[in-house]
């Protein structure tokens, strides 16, 4: 016998809360954070009640190309990136953008041959230790994806682990801050130093 456990999926109440997020960060794009199949409840079903949302972030190739095909002409942000040099090709083809946390990624994306440059975020280890670039090396790193013309707009992502206590965010915002030192960097730090929740 299965177990009798039910999910239901508040349409409405994802709607409502993409509204709340946006009133509290009106300056902000929203990413909605779907990861994979999200969290197991079915792209297609928050698709429709996210449709107000900037973009979508996930983690699956698969999920991202299922978006483009129904239509979705928004970002679509590949949280984890791309796993092969291959990989390169399908987000040249569905448009999406990718982050960028390893070093192998940025030599794949100086050989790759693409139809039109791919936006980025690249990611800053903050101190959550699973991927990302240390501070210390993210201005090298941005430097040498600014030189690629196969890159587009960039970003500078990083992890919030501990983002619902306002203590939480200090010791990652510094990390960002040490990241961005240098000219280019520095209106990131800044705009992060003045709007830490809008971040």
Do not use: C
């Not at 409502?16 to 300056?27: D, E, G, M, S």
């Not at 693409?114 to 501070?135: E, H, T, W």
Request: proline fraction near 5%; avoid cysteine.
């Amino acid at each position: 016998m299965s177990r009798p456990i039910v999910a239901t999926i508040n349409q409405q109440a994802l709607r409502h809360n993409l509204t709340v997020v946006r009133q509290a960060a009106p300056a902000s794009r929203v990413w909605s954070v779907v990861k994979a199949n999200a969290y197991g409840h079915g792209i297609d079903r928050v698709r429709e009640a996210l449709s107000a949302t900037d973009g979508f972030a996930l983690l699956n190739m698969e999920e991202a190309i299922q978006l483009r095909e129904q239509g979705w002409k928004k970002p679509i942000l590949l949280l984890e990136g791309f796993f092969q040099p291959e990989d390169l090709q399908l987000i040249d083809r569905y448009r999406l953008t990718t982050s960028v946390h390893s070093n192998w990624q940025i030599n794949a994306l100086a050989s790759a041959r693409l139809a039109a440059p791919v936006d980025i975020y690249l990611k800053m280890n903050s101190g959550m230790n699973r991927l990302g670039f240390r501070p210390e090396q993210v201005n090298g790193a941005w430097q040498k994806l600014r030189a690629l013309s196969t890159v587009g707009e960039m970003t500078l992502m990083a992890h919030f682990a501990d983002a619902e206590n306002p203590q939480g965010l200090i010791a990652p915002l510094q990390r960002v801050e040490q990241a961005a030192e240098g000219a280019e960097l520095s209106a990131i730090a800044l705009q992060l130093r003045l709007h830490p929740v809008a971040s």
